[in-house]
């Protein structure tokens, strides 16, 4: 496998500007090698374009409806929640979002508070993230 070289990030997308990229926007489906040793291969986070509070009988719906969809056939470490999303600028085309954890980050770079889904899983048609790369789209409604 070649050396994949990480993302350097340019800047953040400011309040304004996330407010704007969000628009018309109904998810934004992100995969990635998954860092978890003996799990599954790759580390899926779908972002959906909302901050109301999804009730927890619809989540395993939503993450079925995803699956299937997807081809996605194994999952694990499933996180369905309200989270700190920042979304950076990079080489590529479109932001990188990115899901702020650190308390101290998340004070000094914008954010919105969106609803994510980030597992652990595994499907045929993600080869690129099994093989080392990184990549994300946007889905419009």
Known sequence: ???MKPLNIQSYLSYNEIEKLLNGVE?????????????HPIHFSIILNT??????????LILEKFSKEHHITATSHLLSNLERIAFAMTSQETPMPRHLIDDAEARTIPWKLLHIIDFLGDAEGFKEAKDGLSGWSYSYN
């Open 27 to 39: 998810y934004i489906m992100m995969a990635a090698p998954s860092l978890v040793k003996d799990a």
């Open 1 to 3: 496998m070649q050396e």
């Open 51 to 60: 901050s109301e509070p999804i009730p927890e009988e619809i989540k395993p």
